[in-house]
């Protein structure tokens, strides 16, 4: 394996890892946050149509607004993650329709048959898989649609390649995702994993641009939708999905303290003891398997990195290409 290689599949790994934890999170995301995020997302309109448990407040846009609706189509939704875009194509796809979502995470596929069942929704249908590798036949979706995942992927050449196989003649793929508006700095994309979601992995327009065209498609749009990725940072520095509860007193009293932390994306616990008490914490881990802390120097590059205005480096957009007709 080669070196370039390797370091895509780490990249793969990290995002997994990363996703996979938040679908294990029990807890909703906070009620009124969650509606902020989807309306400045979706709209007024389609975000009320939305699953509650499905919004993971990772969103960039609405991937399904450009879809000619009828009776009988087929769409693939790529990194489905818990299912907010499939739930939103199934309510208006009709009875005959049919709707896919392919994810790597078996932990998100497991949310989202949760809620299926939940729900009584019976068409979808769940992959598990790569984007770069799609267990589909040729030729056999309408639409292929995608929300802020393609950035994510390392072997975006592939991921188009495969796209544009799997969609019927005149299909047409409609994502919602990041692309750059200039160079990102270098801890950006060094952390973009833990500290700046799906930022990291974007590309230029025209390198996008190139890559759809290298794939086979024709009628390319990449439109700025002009969103707020600033909002982003809610989830990124918050404890986003649950309910926070925390007694604490000062170090090196003879109290015993006791804090218990419920974090956003996990049920791991941990208890530690401070160094110059006898307190005692139990902390959920956030979004992450790994026993480990901050560092004075991580807890200072994190909020460093959280001080970029994400909008000067990146925008939302609406990516639009079709497969021609042969």
Known sequence: MTEEKQKQEKQVKEVKEYYSSLA???????EEKRKEIAKHFYGEKDSELLEEESNLCVSCGNPTADIYWREGITILDLGCGSGIDLFLSAKKIGKTGTVIGLDMSEEMLNRTRKIMEKKGITNIKLLHGRIEKIPLEDNVCDYVTSNCVLNLVPDK??????????????????????????????????????YVGCIGG???PEQYQENLENAGFTSIVIEDMKKDLNMHKWVMNSSCCGKKKETEKSCCSKQEVTETKKSCCSNEQETVKSCCSN?????TKCCSNENQELTQEETEKRKKLLEYDLNDYAGSSKILAKKPRK
Not at 175 to 194: R, W, Y
Not at 279 to 283: A, H, L, P
């Open 24 to 30: 294990t999170e029990i807890e909703k995301p906070n």
């Open 157 to 194: 050449a592939q991921a188009f390649s495969e796209i544009f196989r799997v969609l019927k003649p005149g299909g047409i793929l409609t994502a919602s995702d990041i692309v750059l508006k200039k160079t990102l700095p270098q801890e950006i994309k060094e952390d973009s994993i833990k």
């Open 202 to 204: 974007a590309i230029m």
């Open 279 to 283: 307190k005692k914490v139990i902390e």
